[in-house]
């Protein structure tokens, strides 16, 4: 049996490896599932007249852009497709690509025939007007 000298540093630098490729790993998985399950960030605002949503939608063409109201719920989903020049080979993918999904509890009754969308540099604004009922009203008090 022959005796091996013992290097630490080779051992360090064999366990940062595999910690590089874990983590590595661990993190394109991540992204994938966060995009696929959702968007990017969405910010929600309610006016007297209407609730407001933004989300970024980068890369996202309008047509590839699906807005649904089911009951009270706000459903918006897009498909974005991956970009690949001819003749090449991929090093490294990160900008996520597919079809994603957001849906949102909407707490006051809106007027669907009425919400209006719009796409400009890649964020996606939906306005939703309330409808009457659901909007407050001042109550007169009357002196006797």
């Known amino acids: 049996m022959a005796l091996m000298r013992w290097d630490p540093f080779r051992d360090m630098q064999n366990l940062q490896r595999a ?37 970024d939608v980068p890369g996202v063409k309008q047509e590839d852009i699906k807005i649904q109201i089911l009951g009270n719920q706000l459903v918006i989903q897009a498909e974005r497709a991956q970009t690949v020049p001819e003749n090449s080979r991929q090093l490294r993918l ?16 809106v007027k669907q025939d009425a919400v209006k969308a719009t796409l400009r540099n890649g964020v996606l ?17 009357l002196a006797e």
Not at 24 to 49: I, K, P, Q, W
Request: net charge negative; glycine share 4%.
């Open 19 to 55: 910690m590089n490729r874990l983590f590595d790993e661990s993190l394109l998985r991540s992204v994938e599932r966060d995009y696929h399950e959702t968007f990017g960030s969405v910010d929600l605002f309610e006016t007297a007249d209407s609730l407001i949503v933004y989300t």
């Open 94 to 109: 990160e900008r996520p690509y597919g079809t994603c999904q957001r849906s949102f509890t909407i707490g006051v009754p």
């Open 125 to 141: 604004e939906i306005v939703l007007p309330k409808s009457d009922e659901s909007r407050p009203k001042q109550i007169e008090i």
